[in-house]
């Protein structure tokens, strides 16, 4: 389900959690992957994972699933709540 909102509230749902634009970008930085690398491990291109990132784009469903596995598979949780939503790395 996507809705059309102004670039800077781009929202995407993906299993059940909003995940605003700019949250891409923090998970990758949690990981201190480049954008390279978040391209090799999600099989996504460099310039894609840019324009997510900065909201110039709304990934189709399955981009943002290939996007959130991979980050999943190296810890990071997308945390949704009714007032906030962020991202947070699990503990090894």
């Known amino acids: 389900m ?6 800077s509230g781009v929202l995407l749902v993906v299993m059940s959690i909003l995940v605003p634009a700019a949250m ?4 990758r930085m949690l990981l201190k992957w480049t954008r390279e ?7 996504i291109d460099v310039r ?3 324009n997510i990132e900065l909201g110039d784009t709304v990934p189709p ?5 290939k ?3 991979a980050m999943e598979a ?11 939503a962020g991202v947070r790395l699990r503990p090894r």
């Open 67 to 69: 996007l959130r596995g």
């Open 24 to 27: 891409w970008g923090a998970a």
């Open 61 to 65: 469903d399955s981009t943002a699933v």
């Open 74 to 84: 190296a810890r990071v949780e997308f945390q949704s709540g009714e007032i906030s």
């Open 37 to 43: 690398k978040l391209s090799e491990a999600s099989s």
């Open 2 to 7: 996507r809705k059309n909102l102004p670039r």
């Open 48 to 50: 894609t994972i840019a």
